[in-house]
């Protein structure tokens, strides 16, 4: 079964900083990869997703994020941090064809220093 | 407006209760999940079901049940018999890849909390 790992449990970024966040998996073949952004007592939010094609990933907000194969890993990035992105990321990986099978990683905090 | 709609936001719970949560959705999607969610930790599957009537267990059901009697509707009624209920609930919803739509996304509600007295 496919895992999801995100090395950081907290990250602080000044405003207007640029900000990378780590997201390795493991899986065998090429994994749909997503990641989702939640807000204090909400919902997870989709940023952005790959299925195929294009490593190069853009989002909603601004994000993006590269799918590199050979390091097993989806980075989200942004080039300059708003304060209203202060909020919590997951990273979460699905196996293609089973809706079922997803696994998100514990999370990544963000706060956002003025 | 399509999505996701859970209620209560709020759940509080005595011991030796069973309560239920209510998760509907008007995005026409097939699938239906719950997930449970701890602090520190990323999203648990509990239940899922792909179609009315059929519904399987995820990695941590015991404890959970659900129906799904209708395609918009997924109930997650947690009984007495989960020892640490104490969580942030959430239910998602999808479409299923034999619509022929490159579509393995799920899409969140907004939560329930739910809190043990």
């Known amino acids: 079964a496919q895992s999801v790992t995100q090395p950081d449990i907290h990250i602080t970024v000044s405003e207007g900083a640029s900000l990378e966040l780590r997201c390795n998996y493991s899986?065998?073949?090429?994994?749909?990869l997503f990641w989702y952004v939640q807000s204090p007592g909400q919902g997870l939010q989709l940023l952005l997703k790959?299925?195929?094609?294009?490593?190069l990933v853009q989002g909603i907000k601004g994000f993006e994020a590269e799918f590199k194969r050979s390091q097993s890993s989806f980075n989200l990035r942004k080039p300059s941090v708003h304060w209203s992105d202060a909020a919590e990321y997951f990273c979460?990986?699905?196996?293609?064809?089973?809706?079922?099978?997803?696994?998100f990683g514990a999370g990544t905090r963000l706060t956002v220093k003025p | 407006d399509g999505g996701i709609t859970q209620s209560p936001k709020y759940l509080f719970r005595k011991e030796g209760q069973n309560v239920t949560l209510s998760c509907e959705q008007n995005l026409n999607h097939d699938a239906m999940y719950w997930y449970r969610q701890d602090p520190g930790q990323g999203l648990r599957l509990i239940y899922y079901s792909q179609i009315v009537n059929d519904f399987q267990k995820g990695d941590i059901a015991e404890g959970y049940s659900v129906s799904r009697e209708k395609k918009e509707s997924f109930p997650l009624t947690v009984t007495s018999a989960q020892k640490n209920p104490t969580a942030f609930y959430l239910c998602?919803?999808?479409?299923?890849?034999?619509?022929?739509?490159?579509?393995?996304?799920?899409?969140f509600g907004p939560g329930t909390r739910l809190t043990v007295l």
């Open positions: 899986y065998g073949a090429t994994p749909y």
């Open positions: 998602a919803s999808s479409t299923l890849i034999y619509r022929g739509e490159n579509t393995d996304t799920q899409y």
């Open positions: 790959y299925f195929s094609g294009d490593t």
């Open positions: 979460a990986v699905g196996a293609p064809y089973n809706n079922n099978d997803m696994r």
